[in-house]
């Protein structure tokens, strides 16, 4: 069925696989499948919207970063996903004056998705596989189940006939089991914007034809921790400081905080340009022990420039995967300032969340009844598995399994194109 597509709605990047027509079962399992082109001939659309109060224009994926970039003024929303399954999936923000439900928002990025995926086809697609974390949310069954709800009917409100879902990590070794020769017992690492996710999968020649692989998969875990959240510790440690993060009022009592963590944290930044918010600097700027550095948050927030603070904090952390240090120029606060962020920081900042994710790989093994010993390979897929304190900690687990890279940011897509064309062709 050529109307089946298999759709990778991310925290930070979304893709579309589909399996072109005339492409037998055996050609799509030996890597024939295809990621279609969502913007400026690329596979990956950034999950961005941005709303363009100044030509009254919707704006997706890096188009939206630009103009928001550029300094057009309106609203920028990003990182979605993080939104299912909360109360804020609820909530809304203002658009040029006007209420926007946030289940409107998602609606309107999906139907962008597959508008564009549907144009680089030449077709429509009624059928979708759409991907899913382990869990949405973690130690909350009804909330979890809420999320894939929620995503559910914005997919069908979107245009989408029929939908399934599979989980990201097996979609991934979907997509690593067209690449071997051999039967191997996988542990696949998907590592997101939102969440880190983990399978334990027997994976080969001889098992990829199966229509049902219920049994090849051993255990399944994930933990709500992923890049986002990286980001935002970096920031508080590195670049929040600066902004008065854990300094002190004349009272002696610190600065409340959620200023600090709504601007570090992707889906809540525009949270801090409230108007309660504001007024509450106001005061908060009078009776500081350093108004300097207050008054630099307050410049930051009028401007709206926290989507902008948040980038340069999430390009110190790519940057750091190569770098012992990287400078961030940061011209847009008042005063400039230029600050030196070192990988030692990062790697303590995050050290809490890289524990969490250890115990859930162990658990996983556990689960499984799996020694270390006995894992082949470990496949890496998801942006932020590109962090390499990550890698180091959850290669230490299985230390004889052979480490492989697939597409850091396709191989969900195309494995769910895989699954697509299992479940609806």
């Given at each position: ?6 759709v ?17 079962p ?31 224009e919707?704006r ?36 040029a ?5 946030f289940r ?6 999906i ?19 759409f ?14 189940k ?25 979609a ?25 996710d ?26 709500h ?6 980001d935002?510790?970096l ?11 854990r ?6 009592a ?28 106001d005061?908060?700027?009078r ?23 948040a980038?340069?904090v ?10 012992a ?43 499984a ?7 082949d ?49």
């Open positions: 069925m050529t109307n089946a597509c298999g990778d709605f991310g925290t930070s990047n979304s893709t579309v696989g589909w399996i072109k027509p005339g492409t037998t055996g050609q799509a399992l030996g890597g024939a499948h295809a990621l279609l082109s969502l913007e400026d001939g690329k596979a990956t659309l950034p999950s961005v919207v941005f709303f363009n109060a100044d030509d009254e919707v997706y994926g890096r188009a939206a970063l630009a103009d928001y970039l550029a300094g057009y003024e309106g609203r920028l929303m990003r990182s979605m996903k993080s939104l299912l399954g909360t109360s804020l999936m609820d909530g809304q923000t203002e658009v004056g006007r209420a926007l439900p409107v928002l998602l609606a309107q990025f139907g962008e998705v597959k508008r564009r995926a549907e144009g680089q086809a030449g077709r429509g697609f009624e059928h979708a596989v991907g899913r974390p382990v869990f949405f949310i973690d130690d909350n069954p009804a909330a979890d809420l999320a894939e709800d929620t995503l559910l009917a914005v997919a069908r409100g979107a245009g989408f006939r029929e939908v399934a879902f599979q989980y990201e990590p097996i991934a070794a979907f997509d690593y089991e067209s690449q071997i020769d051999r039967e191997e017992l996988v542990l696949i690492a998907d590592i997101g914007g939102g969440t880190s983990f399978s334990l999968v027997r994976l080969g020649p001889g098992r990829a034809g199966k229509p049902e692989r219920r049994d090849d998969i051993l255990a399944t875990g994930g933990v921790i992923g890049g986002t959240d990286f935002k510790y920031s508080l440690a590195s670049v929040m400081p600066l902004l008065g993060y300094s002190a009022l004349r009272s002696g610190e600065i409340p905080s959620s200023y600090y963590f709504n601007l570090a944290t992707w889906h809540t930044i525009n949270q801090a340009y409230t108007r309660k918010s504001i007024v509450q600097l005061d908060l700027v009776d500081a022990r350093e108004p300097a550095k207050l008054a630099r948050l307050q410049h930051l927030i009028e401007e709206r420039a926290g989507h902008w603070l980038m340069q999430e390009g110190a952390k790519i940057g750091l995967s190569d770098a240090s990287v400078r961030l120029e940061l011209d847009r606060l008042a005063p400039p300032e230029s600050l030196s962020v070192e990988r030692a920081t990062f790697e303590a900042a995050i050290g809490q969340l890289l524990d969490a994710i250890d115990t859930t790989v162990l658990r996983l093994l556990a689960d009844g799996v020694k270390p010993g006995d894992v390979t470990v496949f890496f897929t998801g942006g932020s598995s590109g962090v390499g304190l990550l890698r180091q900690r959850i290669g230490a687990l299985v230390p004889d399994a052979r480490k492989v890279e697939g597409d850091l940011f396709g191989s969900i897509g195309a494995g769910l194109a895989l699954d697509a064309q299992r479940k609806f062709g």
